[in-house]
């Protein structure tokens, strides 16, 4: 349903015509670490950042395949979906994939 943040409400689909424009929606990547392995961290993405003081969990697909790796250049290991592994390097020489697995 599209919504107005300004007006607290939801648009009929005249309204969403009105002015319609793209604009640039910010979004944040950030690491979780996992309490097992702290060198270890999911990677997020996110629209709604004022949201993340209130997350108690992380939830992942369990039929998309991700990958953890290990970044060359910080050292640490990383897991996210494998898919997007070209979004997060522009080489494969920045990284070393460690393991494949699913989601459940």
Known sequence: MPYSNGCTTVLSNFETGLNYKDIDDPSIMITFPLLSDPNTKLIAWTTTPWTLPSNLALAVNPNFDYVKVL??????????????????YNSNKDYTIVEKMKGK
Request: glycine share 0%.
């Open 71 to 88: 970044d060359k250049k910080s050292n640490s290991h990383f897991i996210f979906a494998e898919c997007r592994l070209s979004f997060y």
